[in-house]
């Protein structure tokens, strides 16, 4: 041991006599270094400036110095904020485009200190990596939203610290927004650089649809058409989300979300009940960004507890007849019929509510390729194999990369888990209690199992009606009509999002 401390010594020696400028100060540098250690940032009490823009004094301008100033004077401004006409300090940092991004509070819950939030994190990851792994429960995707949290939350890596900018030439905008040009641009983390091209951009989610469309066999919709009233019934668990949301901001005020507009916060955490990950994402990243991990990580979760949660309310609300119930084998669609459903579901999309077409759009053009024929069968191969795999392993990166204590760790993100979890039911709810609406009135009863599969989670739920209806009569099958509410709810939960969108942005 001694040896190598003696070795580690005379190679700091060597580097420093080497280093440029004194020797002192590089070594007084090599004997700082236990400050950036992971320990030594798990100690730390308060966020990284840049969040929350509580620089020290010596890093800004005394604001006596800028009294009577004009307002365009550089003195105003630091690479680290600026103050206003009033003398007020406004900390944060300037982005690779020059623009000024103001620091926030940051509130973690019990107001634990910020190391200690990022401690506490860390197996809270380990756990969604052992679910995935050992339980099974979304691996695709639990696996890389676990293992970005786990980056996210390692002290001073920087893996998610956005780009900076820095001695530019900063101004101040008739707006009163200062701005910097022809600065020094710090790169930022990897994750930083996922999350912006492919959430903030609203790709990876558009392309994850093309992938389950190139996926998924709408033949079981396309042959009983009235399936898709128990995919509609099942966004039911959608507007209660959206209004138990409004609920909690009315009862702990508008900031219980964290300064964003409670409108679209319960947009955000609405779409939870649709159980559709990719359509939470879209629709979370353009109205409710700071909510997205929480969100996502509702969505996906509650996607993998399908078979958990399903079944006991299922069996709560049918009887043992209704479950006993024999539906009819569904005809042969012709091929004709598959080729013109993506054509003319996206059309009426584009005639009736054109913020959907991103996601209906890149559903279909999925689809279409699959049901084209070997013609395409390369373009339907990439999507439904490597295109999904290599966005699934980016999407779960970048939503992991929001599990960083700062955002993950408060109140709101309980109230959103809670939230989720009782949209899901509702919504699975209500796919059970329409089918057992419409038996009142058609000749063909219909298995009010097949209600639950409305939500989105395809095929998982399909598969769990199916599961449950065997378990009452080994001999009825019912996973093909369980498949028509299931891809309809797909349908139906992109619509939605798209109504949100339209109707908050």
Known sequence: ?????????????????????????????????????GISGFCRKEPPAYIT?????????????????????ARYMTPNGYYDKQGTWHGGYFDDSGAFVAGHEVKTLFGMPYGLGQLIMI?????????AI???????????????GLLANCPLAGVTAPAMMHDGMVSMLASGVPVMNGGIIEPGGF???????????????????MGVGAMTDFAPLIANPKMALLGGAAQFGIFFALFGALGLAAVFGADFFGGVDPVKAAASIGIIGGADGPTAIWLTSRLAPDLLGAIAVAAYSYMALVPIIQPPIMNALTTKEER??????LREVKK??????????????????????????????????????????????????????????????????KLACEKFLSGTTLGILALGLVAFCVGTAAGVLMAKLMNLFAKEKVNPLIGSAGVSAVPMAARVSNKVSLSNDPTNFILMQAMGPNVSGVIGSAVVAGVLYTLCR
């Open 1 to 37: 041991m001694r040896k190598l401390f003696t070795l580690f010594m005379l190679a700091a020696f060597a580097f420093a006599a080497h280093a440029e400028g004194d020797w002192q100060t590089t070594l007084g540098k090599v004997s700082d270094l236990s400050g950036d250690t």
């Open 53 to 73: 823009g509580n620089y020290p004094a010596e890093a800004r301008i005394d604001a006596g110095l800028v009294a009577g100033l004009n307002p365009q004077d």
């Open 123 to 131: 197996p809270l990851c380990l756990i969604m990596i052992y679910l």
């Open 134 to 148: 050992v339980k099974g429960f979304e691996p695709l995707l639990l696996l890389p939203i676990g293992f970005g």
């Open 191 to 209: 994750l930083f650089y996922f999350f912006r091209f492919g959430i903030d951009t609203g790709i990876f989610p558009i392309m994850i649809f």
């Open 324 to 329: 006993l119930i024999k539906m009819p084998p």
């Open 336 to 401: 004709i019929e598959k080729i013109c459903f993506p054509l003319i579901v996206l059309l009426l999309c584009a005639v009736l509510l054109p913020s959907a077409v991103p996601l209906i759009g890149a559903l279909m053009l999925g689809n279409l390729a699959k049901e084209a024929g070997p013609s395409v069968a390369r373009i339907s191969d990439t999507m439904s194999n490597a295109l999904i795999n290599i966005v699934t392993i980016m999407l779960g990166l970048s939503v992991g990369s």
